[in-house]
């Protein structure tokens, strides 16, 4: 009976998925809860578990693309690995000691009693030669010094060719590493070509996607961080003490967003089809940058947690992305997605959409820049902001209507204290 690994259902959004990796070779036994596979889409990893006990039989190989219910592998429950093939053979085989003692005995006998002189037993004793194996070549079967030393020779030679089997295995038994983990140099050292990962493929595809869905545009602007900057140190001792985490920028990001999208309700809609959906929740995702690409964590309904509580979201989610816990449904349903170029020292970009998504906000590095205030030149914290959206449904007022309501929230954070 043979056991169907299938691809499962990641997200109904997901059609189909990559083959990242096999953990188990093609032929060999698995026990149920086994992670035999890793798929990957353009937004999570995903560990399959043995679903039987068997031999698993490969039906895809790594980097196919294969659509979401499609049968990867299969679990043969009647089948076992080979191991020990030559047990049963010894078992049918009757043993010395079964057989008649005519037939078992009469060779040993006549070894034993070939003529043996002191000097060559002592020989073969120094060699470690075992005298009822050495057929005597001498007079009436005498054994020899020449015979010794010839099967002294052949015991010697078995064993190097033993060792040597034991040090070099076959490369059947054993595969060398797979060709796509090497990169390629040309003669000349000057380029390596390597093959893109299936994650990087899918992540690509849904960005190129992203951009030929949507009518993209975005407007910039830049706040003033010396407020906040100045609010976190005077409350960062209490407010660790008090809640076990940091209080960081993007806490005060998140809320701002949360009610700029209250002041400004058609960016927090979508497109389907025909249809404009307006959401009256605030999922909002936050991307992470992990080694195998991007992927946007969503932390639900910021409009009702704490500073507080947004951090805490905020640092169990970098912890699963770093130990590749994350979970489709982690990733699922976010209204708006915030991205901070800012960590990797960015200074301008124009983030691209996360669909279906109406807006994405980009947060940049925070420079000390020359500003104008109150008619003198002072030098303030400043950080560029870029707000990128689906013209489609978003007109260019409604747009830079959030991005204001968004710096003026980060320079005036008490506004977000009293809902001012």
């Known amino acids: 009976m043979a056991h169907e690994v299938k691809i499962p259902t990641v997200g109904e959004s997901i059609t189909s998925a990559s083959i990242g990796e096999w953990h188990k070779k093609d032929g060999e036994a698995v026990k149920a809860g086994d992670v035999i596979l890793t798929i990957e889409t353009d937004k999570i990893s995903t560990e399959i578990e043995a679903g039987a006990d068997g031999v698993l039989h490969h039906q895809a190989a790594e980097g196919d693309e294969v659509d979401i219910g499609a049968v990867v592998a299969t679990i043969d429950e009647s089948g076992a690995p080979a191991s020990g093939g030559g047990d049963s053979e010894a078992k049918d085989e009757p043993k010395a000691e079964d057989k008649p003692e005519a037939e078992a005995g009469d060779d040993d006998e006549a070894k034993k009693s070939a003529p043996v002189s002191p000097s060559v037993r002592k020989i073969a004793e120094e060699m470690n030669v075992d005298l009822s194996s050495v057929e005597g070549s001498g007079k009436e079967g005498a054994i020899t010094k020449a015979d010794i030393e010839s099967v002294a020779k052949q015991q010697e030679d078995s064993g190097a060719e033993a060792k040597a089997e034991k040090e070099e295995p076959s490369l059947s038994v054993v595969p060398a590493p797979a060709e796509k983990e090497k990169p390629k140099v040309d003669d000349s050292g000057r380029v390596t070509r ?24 975005t407007t910039f602007n830049e706040c003033d961080m010396g407020e906040v900057m100045s609010l976190r140190k005077q409350i960062q001792d209490s407010f660790v003490q008090k809640h076990g985490v940091k209080l960081g920028f993007m806490s005060f990001f998140i809320k701002a967003v949360v009610d700029g999208l209250k002041a400004v309700p058609q960016i927090n809609a979508r497109l389907e089809g025909d249809e404009l959906v307006t959401n009256h929740f605030y999922d909002i995702g936050v991307a992470v940058g992990t080694e195998k690409g991007l992927i946007v964590p969503v932390i639900r309904d910021c409009d009702k947690k704490s500073f507080a509580e947004i951090e805490k979201d905020i640092i169990d989610y970098a912890t699963k992305a770093r130990e590749g816990k994350i979970q489709f449904e982690d990733l699922q349903g976010g209204v708006f997605t915030i991205s901070n170029g800012g960590i990797y020292g960015s200074l301008l970009s124009t983030p691209i959409l996360n669909p279906p998504q109406s807006g994405i906000l980009g947060m940049h590095s925070i420079q000390q820049r020359p500003m ?23 007109d260019g007022k409604e747009a830079v209507t959030f991005l204001v309501r968004v710096k003026d929230c980060i320079e005036q954070p008490t506004r977000l204290l009293v809902g001012a």
């Open 194 to 217: 390597k093959k893109l990962s299936p994650l990087r493929k899918k992540i690509a595809t849904h960005l190129v996607n992203a951009q030929n869905d949507a009518a993209h545009l």
């Open 372 to 394: 104008a205030v109150n008619g003198q030149v002072v030098i303030r914290p400043m950080m560029y902001l870029a707000l990128s959206y689906d013209h489609r449904i978003v």
